[in-house]
């Protein structure tokens, strides 16, 4: 490995190597975390957009009870990037209606 130091390419040390490389597995290693942060981001804001429905002068619907119960399992047995990233796909078809929106998430009910 390589860096440069006044404009001119030299080997990294060994130290530098050592720090390059305990940095690039933490990177790595807290991969999962990331993904899992973003998912639960986006979840909640979908549930913040309903909390309205759980006041106690608000009658909740069981499709909207199902759905916001959904919403707050869909981390459940997500121990993969990959899993996640399934989670989060979204749909890119320029002929469809749900073109940008997540099609793996909990589908919302109609109506309120």
Excluded at 34 to 58: F, G, I, K, P, Y
């Amino acid at each position: 490995m390589k860096k440069y130091v006044d404009g001119n390419l030299v080997d990294l040390t060994l130290e530098e190597i050592t720090e390059y490389e305990t940095r690039q597995t933490a990177w790595n290693n807290s991969a999962l975390d990331r993904a899992l942060e973003n998912l639960r981001e986006r979840r909640n804001n979908l549930l913040s957009e309903t909390d309205w429905m759980a006041n106690s002068d608000v009658t909740m619907s069981d499709e909207w009870k199902t759905y916001r119960q959904e919403l707050r399992d869909i981390t459940s047995g997500l121990d993969t990037v990959e899993k996640v990233n399934i989670k989060l796909k979204v749909d890119e078809d320029k002929n469809s209606e749900t073109l940008g929106k997540l099609i793996n998430f909990p589908t919302k009910p109609s109506g309120e």
